[in-house]
């Protein structure tokens, strides 16, 4: 008997939850990949649908964590910086994700993978890819678009977002709030985009609430880490975490 929906022993659980725990870490220490680590380490040994399901409202509820950690002002002044990109975003993402059940995904990952692996090796080799300011709206709404296409088919939405405030060499404290705020209005509307896709329903529900606790405990130790390393350090752990991310979603390509 199946403790959740896709999930058919206790010692898979075990492992649900602490990828979970990793996951919230990681979060903690960078801002992003959560969705990436939740949706990989699931996926290992439950159905993408049962992985994609579980990880939205973990994504949900730390991005919401997160975006406030500062207070509600310093969050709405992120939000109106960025407003271009979280309207084409948001856009994009609630019709995408209804390709989800119909539409392999296989390709896009691998192009954004790709994509994203290029960046970081580029500046690893001291290739500084940089926006001249702050990106105007035309720039936001494309990068907006690519972000929210892969995000409603995929669930993950970090990357490209990721690499734009890389490229603004973005304030370490600052990037963590702006991701939060860009990833929490995000997460909202992916429950509610797979909400009506039926990937999040009655039966995958009770795993993704599961999640949260353990996610949150993760995000709690990362917080700490986080809080401790200067701004080199953190834009070399972002690199780092941004490379594993492009290099296992052209995995996820490859492999279909």
Same mark, same amino acid.
């Given at each position: ?5 896709? #999930?058919? +022993?206790?010692? #898979? ?15 903690? %220490? ?6 990436? &680590?939740? $949706?990989?380490?699931?996926?290992? &040994?439950?159905?993408?649908? %049962? ?39 948001? =856009? &994009?993402? /609630?019709?995408?994700?209804?390709? /989800?059940?119909? %539409? ?5 990952? *691998? $192009?954004?993978?790709? *994509?994203?692996?290029?960046? %970081? ?7 500084? =890819?940089?926006?001249? @300011? ?18 409603? *088919? ?10 734009? =405030?890389?490229? =603004? ?6 990037? #963590?709030?702006?991701?939060? /705020?860009?990833?929490?209005? @995000? +997460? $909202?509307?992916? &429950? ?15 795993? +993704?609430?599961? *999640?949260?606790?353990?996610? !949150?405990? @993760? ?20 690199? !780092? #975490? ?15």
């Amino acid at each position: 008997m199946e403790l959740f929906y896709g #999930i058919a +022993s206790p010692g #898979i659980l075990v492992f649900a939850f602490c990828i979970s725990i990793l996951a919230g870490v990681i979060k903690g %220490v960078v801002g992003f990949a959560l969705p990436m &680590v939740l $949706v990989s380490g699931l996926g290992s &040994v439950a159905t993408a649908e %049962v992985a994609l399901a579980g990880m939205i409202l973990p994504t949900l509820v730390t991005n919401g964590w997160q975006a406030l950690r500062q207070g509600m002002r310093a969050a709405l002044e992120s939000l109106s910086r960025f407003k271009a990109f979280l309207v084409s975003g948001f =856009l &994009v993402m /609630v019709v995408s994700a209804q390709f /989800v059940p119909q %539409v392999a995904g296989w390709l896009l990952l *691998l $192009v954004i993978g790709l *994509l994203v692996t290029l960046f %970081v090796s580029l500046q690893i080799l001291g290739i500084q =890819l940089r926006m001249p @300011g702050h990106p105007g709206p035309k720039t936001q709404a494309a990068i907006g678009s690519v972000a929210g296409f892969m995000g409603g *088919l995929s669930g993950i939405w970090g990357p490209p977002t990721v690499a734009m =405030l890389t490229a =603004l060499n973005t304030e370490k404290k600052e990037q #963590i709030r702006i991701q939060g /705020v860009i990833y929490g209005l @995000g +997460s $909202v509307t992916l &429950v509610a985009a797979h909400w009506g896709s039926g990937v999040l329903r009655a039966e995958t529900l009770p795993l +993704s609430l599961a *999640l949260i606790p353990t996610a !949150a405990l @993760g995000m709690a130790i990362g917080f700490r880490i986080q809080d401790r390393i200067d701004q080199s350090t953190f834009r070399k752990a972002t690199l !780092a #975490i941004l490379l594993l991310g492009g290099l296992n979603l052209v995995r996820r390509g490859l492999i279909g």
